[in-house]
């Protein structure tokens, strides 16, 4: 199984408030995924990060932000959460080449 | 950009009836991977095909790449209950990009 982990798994909080989601692997993989995704919806790949300190944007544009300062950790920052923001976020990571890519559990944030 | 297309975005069948979904991409793939998400729950590798024209089966489940490897399928044969879900093409043009995913299929199974 894969060890990929994401907290908090669900998060409501107010408009205005800065979050930051958490995602750490275990696996040494050096590339890293966040993808948004409504209930019931596709994939969005909003970052993604190919090794520390690097970063890009992914296809779907997003207010949010991210860091890749350790191989195991690739934080999600909002710095001003909004209503628009509602969805859950999936962090995932796979290893070198074509190899399958492993998601963690997912945050269903939901902004008042 | 590579784009990748996949039908039908519903399908609702009865226990033990096949199932087909379709993955099209507008430009060759160097590969592409397959991704069952179950109600509640995060994608989870099925299969990865790199060969054009290439088949492989996982018990009830068989995929194809298709000989110009711009094209996929997932075909379920009799299905189960235990197969309802979202089922996700993702196409790969070479190791330094990201995976494009398809916008999925969601297979509802009534028995």
């Known amino acids: 199984e894969a060890d990929i982990y994401q907290t908090p798994r669900y998060l409501v909080i107010g408009t205005g408030k800065k979050i930051t989601l958490e995602c750490s692997q275990t696996?040494?993989?050096?590339?890293m995924y966040w993808y948004q995704q409504d209930p019931g919806m596709e994939l969005h790949l909003i970052h993604y990060?190919?090794?520390?300190?690097?970063?890009e944007k992914g296809d779907l544009s997003s207010e949010s932000t991210v860091s890749r300062i350790r191989t195991e950790h690739f934080p999600l920052t909002l710095e001003s959460a909004r209503p628009s923001h509602t969805s859950q976020y999936l962090c995932?990571?796979?290893?070198?080449?074509?190899?399958?890519?492993?998601f963690g559990d997912g945050t269903r944030l939901s902004i008042l | 950009g590579q784009q990748v297309m996949q039908i039908p975005q519903y399908q609702h069948v009865q226990e033990g009836e096949d199932f087909t979904t379709y993955c099209n991409s507008s430009?060759?793939?160097?590969?592409i991977q397959w991704y069952k998400q179950r109600p509640g729950g995060h994608p989870v590798f099925l299969i990865q095909?790199?060969?054009?024209?290439e088949v492989k089966k996982q018990k009830r489940l068989t995929f194809q790449f298709g000989e110009a490897k711009k094209n996929s399928s997932l075909h379920i044969t009799a299905t189960q209950t235990t197969d309802v879900g979202t089922y996700f093409c993702?196409?790969?043009?070479?190791?330094?990009?990201?995976?494009?995913f398809g916008k999925g299929t969601s297979l509802l199974v009534t028995p």
């Open positions: 993702a196409g790969g043009q070479n190791s330094g990009y990201a995976l494009n």
């Open positions: 430009t060759t793939l160097s590969n």
């Open positions: 995932a990571s796979s290893g070198q080449g074509n190899q399958p890519q492993h």
């Open positions: 990060s190919y090794g520390v300190n690097s970063t």
């Open positions: 095909l790199v060969k054009s024209g």
């Open positions: 696996m040494g993989h050096d590339k």
